[in-house]
């Protein structure tokens, strides 16, 4: 059983950054591939970014290339999310999870493990 626990997260003016971190627990985090994906209020539930096991491969959204980049640390049980160039539009609450495939995918489904979320709200 793998639990995650993101923090970060924070009030920031459109155009700032915040650096999203997922600390994971009770497993063996290089097995996992790991993603990330937000819910915006009213909305369901949508992909942002994933990364390998190894962090060779990554995967985003198109809203958020460039703009985005996802990396972990695998020493430290911790994969982040580095956000610049923040919109309004990517308020919404952050969540991270886990998944045993190899390759990193943007299914939600396919992911086994999921932490409690962290909110971002990028005030205009």
């Known amino acids: 059983q793998v639990q995650l626990v993101e923090s970060g997260g924070g009030l920031v003016q459109a155009g700032g950054s915040l650096r999203l971190s997922c600390a994971a627990s009770?497993?063996?985090?290089?097995?996992?591939?790991m993603g990330w994906f937000r819910q915006a209020p009213g909305k369901e539930r949508d992909f942002v970014a994933a990364i390998s096991r190894g962090g060779g491969a990554t995967t985003y959204v198109d809203s958020v290339k460039g703009r985005f980049t996802i990396s972990r640390d695998n020493a430290k049980n911790t994969v982040y999310l580095q956000m610049n160039s923040l919109k309004p539009e990517d308020t919404a609450v952050y969540y991270c999870?886990?998944?045993?495939?190899?390759?990193?995918?943007?299914?939600?489904?396919?992911?086994?493990?999921w932490g409690q979320g962290t909110q971002v709200t990028v005030s205009s």
């Open positions: 999870a886990a998944d045993l495939r190899s390759l990193p995918t943007r299914q939600e489904v396919e992911y086994d493990y």
């Open positions: 009770g497993g063996i985090f290089s097995r996992y591939t």
